[in-house]
């Protein structure tokens, strides 16, 4: 799907004077927007074709520290230069900052210019890439789920992140009346997205005091994930404008609900959906169970990338919504997968693993991944699961703590041979930095349960 801008329409915009900044950005490890804000003239000129950033971006964590050990880069190395290659179909306006457009970059060695591999975008543009040679296409959509607070993100900051008072007061899942008090962010996130080029389809209360989603219409892989991106970027900083604030962590307090960023994923060949079987009693074809077979045989190898911090293991809560068991189930909200769509051109798999935290990128690359691999394999599906999968025994599970999730990264032939060696070890070594940093950190729980009983 094209963003709203071409190269000429940008040219006419800035000789109006309508535009006169251009955010040319990349995507980090974390799945956040690094970049430059170039004049748009400038841009023009000559940084729509290139321009560089320092390689650390793609080697920090989530503070921007600089973490020794990647076989990337080093101080050693000297932290040497990336080429950011703007992708100009994804140039679009961003109606809520004045006079601004923003594109999308891939990341290139400074000296070959080749992807640099474990650049999340090159990581799922390889895998679309081997869709694409099995004759398929692939379709996804991603739903986010946020927090929306009163304070400012400065206030918060200040405060210790202590003074948490969510615009909500009480649960407003689905509620229209709930989430009246919200309308004035939430309309405007809808509508300057969708400004933006993003076709949001609707927003909604979620299922804790303060939660929101905010979901857009289906589409290519890169193009999802991008546009997931550009919606948290968007989501902050319209909250911001509104002196607001939101979390995408996933899971802000152990007495509330976690945030998810679900994900849909169906394959299309000659313009036609590959899942659809009408004989089938699901309406599921043998590519859909293939796929999901994949998906289901690697499930505990790709869950890093869906949980990719320590938090995002205290989602995983019975009874939450969040689901416990890496089975799957037709309309089963308790299953890790659910089948969506049954019998109908729209039918889908629906991966509920992952927190609002994950990054699209890589998140959808490991499960086009693991989905390819059933395919090529031809794997049989297991049984359908139904019922209550929180209470089922015997079930798979999804792994507990980032820990187990990285050591099944790091054993994944499957993943090592799709992505490469070295972008594994990439990823295994963030997660083991992650863990590391957590374990040195004296944390509140600690400090109130052990201060004078200890």
Known sequence: MPANLTLDALKAAVAAGEIDTVAACLVDMQGRLMGKRFHAQHFLDSAH????????????????NTVPGYASTSWAAGYGDYVMKPDLSTLRRLPWVPGTALVMCDVLDHHTHQPVPHAPRSVLKRQVERAQAMGFDVMMATELEFFLFDESYA??????????????????????????RDE???????NKLWDAGIPIECSKGEA???????????????????????IKLGVKQIAESHGASVTFMAKYDHRRAGSSSHIHQSLWQDGKPAFLDPADSHGMSAVMKHYM?????????????????????????????????????????????RVCGEGTK????????????????LACAALLAAGLDGIEKKMELEPEMRGDMYAATGAREIPKTLGAAAAALNGSAMLRAAFGDAVVDHYVHAAEWEISEQNRVVTDWERARGFDRA
């Open 346 to 361: 729209a039918v889908r798999v629906e991966c509920r693993i992952g927190g609002a935290d994950l990054n699209p990128y």
């Open 49 to 64: 074709d290139e321009t560089h950033c320092c390689n650390y971006l793609l080697a920090t964590d989530m503070e921007m």
């Open 293 to 337: 077979a994949g998906q289901l045989a690697h499930a505990e190898e790709i869950t890093c990338f869906l949980a990719p911090y320590v938090n995002s293991y205290k989602r995983f809560v019975v009874g939450m919504f969040a689901p416990t068991k890496a089975v799957w189930s037709c309309d089963n909200r308790t299953a890790g997968f």
């Open 208 to 230: 804790d005091a303060g939660q929101e989603e905010v979901n857009a219409r289906y589409s290519d892989a890169m193009d999802t994930s991008d546009m997931h991106s550009i």
């Open 184 to 190: 004035p962010i939430m309309r405007d996130i809808r």
């Open 155 to 180: 206030d918060l900051f200040d405060s210790g992140y202590r003074t948490l008072t969510p615009k909500a007061r009480h649960n407003v899942d689905y509620s229209i009346w709930g989430t009246s």
